[in-house]
């Protein structure tokens, strides 16, 4: 926060001395006219209670008032959106309160809860302490499905299904990349979002498709190259949970592209049936006809099936070296999985995570 001051306070000073100048002359003036002429007093009385009159409120104020803090405000703007909404008296007065608290020049962005007519240092007192800033804390963890980080947002937040869906139906607005092809699958950025009061739904979702653009551009994706980076990272996310193990599995997925064969990932059929919380799938579903069964249609699925983070997005980019053909998690607790080149190794690798199936039945 930039607070407007001047050397020594020189400013101060001089208005302090202009007003007491003016105070003298009213004061002469009445005694000009005579002291006990009441008419005078009737007439100068409020000019004179003008000058002596407190530019601040006293006390802690009463009742609740919320002020939004943009990023970039100086301390006279700030004050004198405080004094515009009744918190404060003037900005002058909580500039001067300001100046009294170095911290201030380090507040953050974000709605408060302040009171009305507070005295200026309570003012500044109370934007300094954390409990007043309102701003709701959303978190989105990586790997959840666009279904799902709706369904956290109406939680968490209190916004209504139906807007979070009008919102999501308006690309445009939300801001998604033409690799997106107008689907948000993907692009919703998993991180912690500062939601403020009156925050609408779009304002919420494309704060994630922004972020997630930014990131991409961050780490020199072209846009030709943005869908297919995007895709191979959500499945990765979904595949794995080390950053080593997911550079692990968008070299599988390379290399079988390259040879032609078949991806064949229980995810992308989890995805395609509605099963995300699932880990293995039916006959039946690796039946589905759908874009996502990479069971019956070769090559990357039609979009992404979840919303990848920073470290799945890398590993896509820049797959680990490696010849392998086969991966498989053995360990759900751990989230062990293996990799193997030949199908000898990797039935092995399966038999392993059979046995820990046969041991884990609640999962």
């Known amino acids: 926060m930039d607070l407007p001051g001047t050397h020594n306070g020189e400013p101060g000073r001089r208005r302090g001395l202009r007003r007491r100048r003016a105070l003298v002359a009213i004061v002469a003036a009445l005694a000009v006219i005579g002291g006990g002429t009441w008419a005078a007093w009737g007439t100068l ?23 939004r803090i943009a990023s970039g405000d100086s301390g006279r703007t700030i004050g004198a959106n405080l004094a515009e909404a009744g918190v404060v008296k003037s900005s002058s007065a909580f500039v001067a309160a300001s100046k009294a608290q170095p911290k201030m020049a380090g507040i953050q962005p974000g709605t408060y809860r302040l009171k009305e007519h507070m ?12 409990a007043a800033k309102v701003t709701t804390r959303l978190t989105v963890p990586e790997g959840l499905t666009v279904k799902q980080v709706l369904a956290l947002v109406e939680k968490t937040v209190g916004l209504p299904a139906a807007d979070l869906e009008k919102a999501l139906a308006d690309p445009v607005a939300l801001g998604l990349p033409a690799a997106a092809n107008g689907n948000a699958e993907g692009y919703l950025f998993p991180a912690t979002y500062s939601v403020n009061p009156g925050e609408s739904a779009a304002d919420v979702l494309k704060a994630m498709v922004t972020q997630a653009t930014a990131e991409l551009t961050n780490l020199g994706v072209p846009p030709e190259r943005m869908h297919d980076v995007v895709v191979e990272a959500s499945i990765a996310q979904k595949e794995a949970r080390s950053a080593d193990d997911m550079a692990k599995v968008t070299r599988v997925l390379d290399n079988r592209i390259a040879i032609g064969m078949p991806l064949q990932l229980d995810s992308t059929v989890s995805y395609a049936v509605g099963a995300t919380g699932k880990v293995t799938t039916t006959a039946a579903q690796r039946a589905t006809d759908s874009p996502y069964n990479t069971y019956l249609h070769p090559g990357l699925p039609a979009g992404p099936i979840s919303n990848p983070g920073a470290d799945a997005l890398r590993a896509a980019l820049s797959p680990a070296d490696g010849t392998w053909l086969y991966f498989v998690t053995v360990n759900l607790q751990t989230g062990e999985t293996r990799f193997a080149t030949t199908i000898a190794e990797h039935n092995a ?8 199936l046969k041991d884990h039945p609640e999962q």
């Open 349 to 356: 690798n399966v038999a392993l995570f059979q046995r820990y």
């Open 45 to 67: 009385g409020p000019v004179v209670a003008r000058f002596t009159e407190s530019d601040d409120y006293e006390g802690s104020g009463t009742g609740t008032v919320d002020v």
């Open 119 to 130: 005295s200026a240092a309570a003012a500044v007192s109370l934007l300094l302490d954390p």
